[in-house]
């Protein structure tokens, strides 16, 4: 007996089942921009604070300064304010720059948290997968597939309607679940048909 999966799903999401049940049974450099604040301005401002100067902050970003200066200027344009003011000692920080300094550390930690947060779900599997299958795979090849996928893809949630291969197979062209893993014959319209495992029959007499 050949188990299959008969799905619409897409092949990223089936291939990630797919494996994980042959396993079981087979002995943009990011620029930010947010719509209050440009980042990569507000890091700029940053550094020519830290500096104490335009010249120094460009030569650490691998700017020249018209440049950096640019930055700082649509910064203070933005904010309709100035940050920056010169002493004899070199540039620093007006009391309007002072106070948007005290936010940036957070607004940094924030958007940190945010690309992580969000790059978890670019390397992981997520969101809800609806299986069909008869009561014996049920109690019998299911429990350790769904243990794996658990394991391997936590982000990714399994539901279970048990059925015989033809209502799986309606219920998966009516869009009524996303795949079902059942035997042959199962064929249907458009259906991706992938083998999952190869099982014997045996007759005990």
Known sequence: MIVHFVTLLSQHTLHAIVEAGRSIYDPYKRNFVMTTLNLGNLA??????QRGSFSAAADLLGLSQPAVSLQVRQLEQFLQTRLLERTGRG???TAAGIALLAHSDRIEQAVSAAVQSVSEFNREISGSVTL???????????????????QDHPLLTVKV??????EVVRAIEENRLDLGLCTLPANGRSLAVTPVLDEEFVCIF
């Open 91 to 93: 540039i620093k920080a």
């Open 161 to 166: 309607t048990v059925g015989n291969t033809l």
């Open 44 to 49: 700029t401002f940053r550094l020519v604070v």
């Open 132 to 150: 069909g299958t008869g009561a014996t795979a049920c109690i019998h090849l299911l429990p350790s597939l769904l243990q794996k996928l658990h």
